[in-house]
């Protein structure tokens, strides 16, 4: 009784705190009672309204888009359009006040920033809880989220302790680890018992590892295995539902736009065709994804290349779900890096660290000893030396205090045999 009225006061407080997020989530629900007839309709007249938008808003889209021609005869948006237009993509009635800026990786090494505002977050949110709700989770039931960027975990202290008690919603800092933080977390989802795990693939494995190795039972609280930010391979996936004896659901999206897609509880992947459109180009012997955000009207986001591959596929679902059906195709591949110490640490970590020291074209961190890395850099001219040194001192402070950074400026960066720049490469003998 007690357990009950203090459940209903949770979920009380939990809508009162987040009411814009649970009036968004109830739209996008309703759009799920749809036939594929409806939704795609829906979709075609948010693409017009989004399209004739950027052109009357952003001085960017203004002189690229013409309105009046076919869709697909509109220009692509490169990741490299996007670093050279962020301000021009801006819409001309934004608050600046009311504007945030984030990074995130861009196609050829250089840090893309996007601009976002509490709509958008919010909205990102309630897309997030829609997907997690095809597990078999309600609002209100237990998450831990495993991110390694630092934005993602903030405050402190009571404001922080009260926001995890009213959504159940946690956050556990995982820009990197080592075997005792993997027991730590380990024991910490034994103890709360939460209905979902979220993380990035890389991590999520890593901790399915160790709760194989060391036979560690998990909860029977556990309905879904949200994967994200990376490719999902399939032996990551296997080793994930045998160490936590659940589905593990594979999203899709990136900071700039997310929720493109998630994998339903029959495993197949839907596009959310009331959030995006979602293109695939033939080329190269490649399907290239190309996304336009059907929601975002601060810095609209039209005919997008994600730098990733994937093909859209015909046919329905039993789950229910009225959107389309796609597949991803080979994509994003970071590698981890390890320290003498143990530690392994997320790639995004190196990714950020770039952040506001420009101007770069290109980078990459190439880890070639457990105590060494290169940094090359493709720059037009030497970078701040100052700036340099801090970078190098954070690391050390962060990663290992051993850690050797050399930096080598070159004319250009490989690609992989897949076609994508990586950012981080490591390149140790192997140990074991
Ligand atoms: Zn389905």
């Known amino acids: 009784m007690i357990a009950q009225l203090s459940d209903r006061l949770r979920d009380w407080l939990h809508r009162r705190r987040h009411a814009e997020r649970f009036a968004l989530l109830e ?29 009357a808003n952003t001085d960017f889209y203004r002189d690229r888009l013409a309105p009046d021609r ?51 977050h919010e909205l990102m949110r309630a897309g997030m809880m829609r997907a997690y709700m095809g597990s078999g989770w309600r609002p209100g039931d237990g998450i831990i989220n ?8 903030r405050g402190g202290g009571i404001a922080r302790r009260y926001g995890e008690y009213v959504t159940g919603e946690r956050t556990l800092g995982a820009r990197d680890f080592d075997e005792r933080k993997l027991g730590e977390w380990a024991a910490c989802i034994g103890a709360t018992r939460p209905v979902l795990l979220q993380g990035y693939a890389s991590i999520l494995a890593e901790l399915a590892r160790y709760v194989i190795d060391k036979r560690i039972a998990m909860p029977r609280s556990l309905r879904g295995i949200y994967s994200t930010a990376e490719v999902l391979t399939a032996e990551q996936r296997e080793a994930m539902e045998r160490a936590f004896s659940c589905r593990v659901f594979n999203q899709y999206g990136c900071r700039e736009v997310p929720n493109i897609a998630c994998e339903c509880r029959h495993g197949n992947m839907h596009v959310f065709t009331d959030m995006v459109h979602l293109e695939s180009l033939p080329q190269d012997g490649a399907d290239r994804l190309i996304v336009t955000s059907l929601t975002n009207r601060l810095m609209p986001f039209i005919r997008y290349d994600l730098g990733d591959s994937g093909r859209l596929l015909p046919g329905d679902c039993d789950c229910g779900w009225p959107f389309p059906l796609m597949e991803m195709g080979m994509c994003r591949r970071n590698d981890l890096i390890r320290t003498s110490s143990g530690k392994v640490v997320y790639p995004a970590y190196f990714n950020s660290l770039l952040n506001g020291i420009g101007p770069i074209r290109q980078y990459q ?17 030497p970078l701040d030396g100052v700036a340099l040194e801090a970078m190098r001192q954070k ?17 250009a960066i490989p690609r992989s ?16």
């Open 27 to 55: 739209g996008l629900l309703r759009h799920q009672a749809l036939s594929r007839a409806e939704v795609l309709r829906q979709q075609q007249d948010d693409l017009a309204n989004i399209v004739a938008f950027a052109a």
């Open 70 to 120: 076919p869709f697909i005869d509109q220009p692509i948006l490169t990741k490299d359009d996007v670093v050279h237009n962020r301000d021009a993509m801006l819409a001309r009635g934004a608050d600046r006040k009311q504007v945030g800026i984030a990074y995130t990786g861009g196609s050829t090494g250089n840090p893309l920033a996007y601009y976002w505002d509490a709509a958008k």
């Open 146 to 153: 495993f991110w390694g960027a630092s934005q993602d975990i």
């Open 365 to 381: 961190f190439v880890q070639t000893a457990l105590d060494r890395m290169v940094l090359k850099l493709v720059s037009e001219r």
């Open 395 to 411: 690391v050390r402070r962060d990663v290992d205090g051993a850690m050797l950074i050399e930096v080598n400026y070159v004319d």
């Open 417 to 432: 045999a897949s076609g994508k720049h990586r950012f981080i490469v490591a390149e140790l003998p192997a140990t074991d």
